[in-house]
C-alpha cells in the first residue's frame, strides 16, 4: 500500500519541526477549539444541539426505548400464543399490538438505530470533525422523535394500527379501515422516512465529500461502505412508501380512487408500491449488520478482512438487485406464471453476493493471527449460524410453489426474524458492545456481556426455531388464537418461554450498559486494538473528534504507524471549520464553516409535527400547517453572517471579490 | 405433532404432493450446505486461534471462488427444481373439471357450485366437499377484502382479492376431511375464518351435491313451522337465504343445508344445538366483531327455530 | 515522533458545483423527488394498463394551458442559466436581476397552473384517473410553488443581506433545483396531456 498520495494546490507540507507541530502551538489550538465546538450547555443548549455525536448517541438510545416498548408488545402476543384459545388478548388489542410491534420494529427501531450507529460512527471512522448538514440531521432526530411518541400516544388511545406492518387495502382503505387507525399508521410512516432521508441524505454527503485527506474511496472502511450503500437504498425506495401513503391517506381524507377497484383503481397496486419499497427495506437493516461484522472481525482475529473489493461490490450488488426482487412477497396473488419465475429468479441471485461476503469472512478468520472471543466476537461468530438459517429459509420462500404453501404462515415469521434478529440485531447488538467504550469512554463488563449473549442466543433460538415447524403444520400468522384441536399448543408454549429467555437476556444486556455507565474506569482510546480511524482519538473523542486531524495513508490506519501519515493543520480553530475533500481520491479542496447549535431544527419538527397531524383531521391541515412550516425553514435558513448588499458589489467593482473556479 | 388435518407435510392430493417433495429437496440441500458452511467456518475458528494458518492470498481467493461457484450450482439446482415443480402445478387444468366458486366474506366463505345449467347450480357456505381423483377448479373472489384460500394438505394457497378472478386447481387423492384457513390478514377475525373441505368417492359426492341442489324441506312440525315463521320474519331472512322459504338475504351463509355442515361460523364451533343455541343467542361472544347481531328470543322461540334449523340437512 | 503536516490554510472557504456539500445535498434531494415522480408515472402507466378505457368515462384534459405552461417553463431556464453563472462569477447586481426574472416566471407558471387544473375534465373523486392525474399535476405544483417560495427567500437576502460568498453558492444551487423542476414537467407534461389521447 502506498503512502498518501501527494497533496496538491495550495496545501502546503510541513516539515516534522514546524513550530506549528510544537505542544504549546498544539495546547493553543486545543483551547479554541474547545470552545468554537462547545457542546450547547443547558436546557435549551440541548434543544439545539447538533453535533453528530450528540444526535447519533440521541437516535441510538431511543430506538432502543422503542426497541423495548415493541418488544413488551411481542411478550405480550407470546403470553397470548402460549395456550390455545387463551383470552389474554381479545382479537383487537392483539390485532393493534402485532401490527404496533411490527411497525415499531420496522419504522423506530431497526432503520433508526442502524443511521444513529452511522452518525455516530461514520464522521469518526473517516476522520471528519463533523457529519454534513448536522442541523438536517437534528431535524431528522427530532421527527423520529415525535413519530414515536405520536405512535405510542395513539396506542394508548386505542388508536393504534390494526392492519399489520404493511397495512394492505381495502382493510386500511375508506371502507373498512375504521376510526383513524390506518391514517396513524400512514403519517407515521412519512414521520420515520422522512427522517430517514434526510440522513441518509446527510451520510452520502459526509462520506463523498468529508473523509479524511488520503482517504480514497478504495480505503474507504468497511462500515462507511456499507451505510453509503444504505444511505443510497433508502434515498430510493422509500420515496416508494412516502408516496403509497399519501395515496391511502388521500383514498381516505378526500376520496381519490387510487385502490378503489370499483372507480379503476387497485388494491394491488399497494402492494407494488409498498413492496417495492418493503424488500429494499429488509436490506436496508440488513446492510449496516454485515458492515459491523468486517471491522469486528478484522478487530479480534487481527488480520484486515480478506476479500475488500469482493466485499463492496457484494455490497453494491445486493442493494442493485434488492430492487428487483419485491414480488416474492406477492405470489399468492396469482400473478401470470413467467413473472414469478423471474422473480424466483432475482430472488435467488442475490444470495450470491451475500455467500461471496460469508465465505470472505471465514478466509479471514481462517487465516488469524489470534482469535479474542471477546462479546462482540460472539455475537458475529453466531451470527453465522442463525442468519444463514434464515437465509436458507429465504431461499425457500423464493420459490413460487414452496412459498404458496408457507406464505403468510409462522414459517414466513421464523425466517423473517431469522434474519432480522439473526442477521441485523446480533451485529447491532455486537456492533454495540465494541463501539460503547468510544461512545461513553467507558467498556461494557464482559462478563454480563457473555452472559447477556448466552441468554439471548439460547432465547432466540427456543423463540423461532420452533415457529418453522409450526408454520409447516398450518398455523397462519397474525392470528390472535387457535382452536386446541390443532395440536399447536406445545410449540408455542416453547416459543412462548424462549421469548422470555430472549428478554432476560436483553435485560442483562441492558443492566450491563447502565453499570458499566457508572464504572470509575476510563476505556482506552483503543481498548481492542483495532484498525479505524475512530479509535484514534480519545474515548469519547472531544466534540471536533481529532486534533490535529488525521490523513489517511492505507485501509488499516492504525495497523500501519509505519506508513506514518501526515497530519492536517491550517483548519481554523476559532470557528466550526471542517475540510471538504473531492468524491473519489479524498484530497483537500476548501474548507467549510459549519453551522452550530440552532433551536430551528426542533422548531420546524414541531411545526411539521403540526402539519402531519393535523392533515390526518382535514386536508386543509396541510394547507395551513405548510405556514410555520414555511416560517420555521426561513428561521433556520436565513443567513447570520455576511455584509449588506452594497459593500459586497462594491468589493467586486474594485477586484477585491474572486471567485474559485468551479472545478480544480 | 401427531396431528395431519392442516399440514403441508401430509399431503392429500397431486398438488400439495409435488410441493412436499420440493419441500423435502429444499430441506436436504439447505441443510447440507448449512453443515458445510457452519462446519468451514468452525474449522476456520479452531485453526485461527492457533494463529497457525500458512494459507496464502492466492488460495484463499481460490477457494473462496470454488465455494461460490458450488453455491451458485446449489442455487441452479434448486431453481430447476422449483420451476419444474411450478410448470407441474399447472398441469391439473383440465376443462371437465368440477368447478367451484368460492368468494371470501368478513369471516366466512360462500360456495357455489358452478354448472353451465343454473338449476344445477348449488350453493353453500364454509364447506366444501369434492369427489377424489378429480380436478377441481375454484373460482376465488372477494366481496370485501383480501384473503386467501389455504387447504394445505391439498395445495398451497391463492389470494381473493376484490375486482380480481384467481383460479386454484386443486385434486384429493386420498378421501378424508381436511381444514383449510384464511390466511391473508383480513381484520377483526381473520382467525376464525376456517373452511372443512371433504374429499369422498366420487358417488358419494354426486349424492351430496345433488342434495344440496334441493330447496329446504318443508317443516312437518308445529315447532318447526314456528320455527320457519321466525326466519321468515325475524331479522334473519335480511341476511340469509334458504332455499324454498322467503328468507333471500345475500350477505351471511347460506342456510338451506345448514344442518348438514360440520361446523359453525367458519370452523368457529362444531355443529351441534347447544352451539347453534348460542351462537344465535349471542354471536358476538363467540366470534367477536362478526357481523351477525344478537337476536333476543324467548326460550321456547329459540327451541323452535333450532328444532327448524335441525331439518335443513 | 516525527509527525509530518499539511497546511490546508490556504485552501478557498467555499466551492462551487460538485465540490460543495450543498450542491450533493440538493442532487441528494433531487434523487428523491426524482423516484417519486417515476413513481408516481408508473402508478398512472399500472392503473392504465389494467383499464379497459383510458381515460375512463371522461374526455382528456385540454392541451393549451398545459402547453402554455411547457413554453413558459423551458424559457425560464434563460434566467436561471444567467442566475447560476451571475453567481458563479460572484456578480450581485446580475444576480438580483435575474432571480427577479426568475420570480416573475414562477409567478407566471403558478399562475398558468390554475388554468391548468381547470381544464383536466375530472376530478380527483371521479376515478382513479382524475386521482392519479390530480396527484401529478399536484405533486409538480408543490414543487413550483416552494421552488417560488426558495427563490423569493434567497433574492429577498439577495436584496437586504447579509451577503457572502455562500449565498452565491446557495443561488447556483437553487438554480439547479430549478432546472430539475423544469426537467421533471417533461416526462409529467408528456403523461398527462398526451397518454390519454393514445391507445
Ligand atoms: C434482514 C432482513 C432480511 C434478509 C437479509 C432477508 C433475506 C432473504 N429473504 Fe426475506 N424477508 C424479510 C427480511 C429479510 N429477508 C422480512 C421482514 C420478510 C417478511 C415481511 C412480512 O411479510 O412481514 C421477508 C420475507 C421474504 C419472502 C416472502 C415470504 C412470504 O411472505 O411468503 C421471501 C421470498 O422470496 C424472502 C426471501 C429472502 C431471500 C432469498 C433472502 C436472501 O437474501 C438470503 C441470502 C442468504 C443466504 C441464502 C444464506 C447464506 C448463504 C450461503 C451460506 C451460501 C450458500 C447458499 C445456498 C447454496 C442456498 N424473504
Ligand atoms: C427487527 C425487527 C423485529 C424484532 C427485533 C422482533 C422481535 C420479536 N418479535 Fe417480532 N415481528 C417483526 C419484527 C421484529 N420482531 C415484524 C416486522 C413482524 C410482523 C408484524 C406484522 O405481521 O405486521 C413481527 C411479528 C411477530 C410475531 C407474529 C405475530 C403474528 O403474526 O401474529 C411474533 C410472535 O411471536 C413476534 C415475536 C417477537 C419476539 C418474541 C421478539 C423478541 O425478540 C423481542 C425481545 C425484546 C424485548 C423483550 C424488549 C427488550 C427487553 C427489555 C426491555 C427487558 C424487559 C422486558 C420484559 C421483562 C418484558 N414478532
Ligand atoms: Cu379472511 Cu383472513
Ligand atoms: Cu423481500
Redesign the pocket.
Known sequence: MSAARPVTGRVEVLDADDPRLGSASLERERRQLDDAWAYARGIAGWLSEVNHKAIGRRFIATAFVWFSLGGVLAVLMRLQLSRPENTLLGPDAYNQIFSTH?TTMMFLFAVPVMLGMGIYVVPLTIGAREIALPRLVAFGYWMFLFGGIFLYVNLLLNTGPDNG??SYLPLSGPEYGIGRRADVWAQLVTFSELSSLVVAVSLVVTIFKLRAPGMALSRLPLFAWAMLVVSFMIIFAMPAVMLSSSCLIMDRLVSTHFYNQAEAGDPLLWQHLFWFF?HPE??I??LPGLGMISPIIATFTGRPVFGYLALVMSLIATAFIGFG?WV??M??TGLPQFGQSFFTAA??M??VP??IQ?FCWIATVWTARRIVFATPMLWILAWFCV??I???T??M??SVPL?LQ???TFF?VA??HY??IG??VFPLLGGVHYWFPKITGRLLSERLGKLAFGLFFVGFNLTFFPMHILGLHGMPRRVYTYPASMGWGNLNMLASIGAGIMALGLLVYLTNVVVSLRRDEAAADDPWGAADLEWATSSPPPPYNFLPSPTVGSRDPLWHPELEPPVVLGLAADKREVLVTHLLDGEPDHRLEFPGPSIWPLLAAIATTILFVWSIFSPWGVVWGAIPVFVTLVGWFWPRKGRPPREVEADRLAGRLTPTEITS | MGDVIQSVLAPAGIQAARIAHLWWVMFW??TV??IL?VGAMAIAVTRGRRGASDAGHRVLSRNVAIATAA?IA??LV?LTHSVVTGRALETLKTPDALRIQITGYQWWWDVEYLNPQPSLRAVTANEIHIPVGRPVGLTLLSSDVIHSLWIPNLHGKIDLIPGRVNEMWIQADRPGVYRGQCAEFCGLQHAKMAITIVAEPPDQFEGWVAHQREPAPPPTLPSQQRGLDIVERGPCAMCHTIAGTTAGGRTAPDLTHIASRSTLAAGTVPNTRGYLAGWIVDPQHVKPGNKMPPLALSSSDLQALLDYLETLK | MTTRAIDVSGLPEYGFGHRSILWWATLGIVAIEGTMFALLIATYLFLKGRAETWPPGVSPPLLTWGTVNLVILLASAIPNELTKRAAERLDLRKVQIWMAVCIAFGIAFNVVRIFEFRSLNVSWDTNAYGSVTWALLGFHTVHILTDLADTAVLALVMFIGPVDEHRFVDASENAMYWYFVVIAWLPIYAVIYLAPRVA
Open positions: 411490527g406492518w404493511f418493503g429488509v436490506y437493516i440488513f426482487v416474492h412477497h405470489f399468492a430472488s435467488i442475490i444470495v451475500t455467500s460469508i442468519f444463514i434464515g437465509g436458507l429465504g431461499v420462500l423464493a412459498d408457507v406464505h403468510d414466513v425466517h423473517f434474519v432480522l442477521g441485523a | 440441500v439447505c450446505v448449512f458452511v453455491s446449489a442455487l434448486l
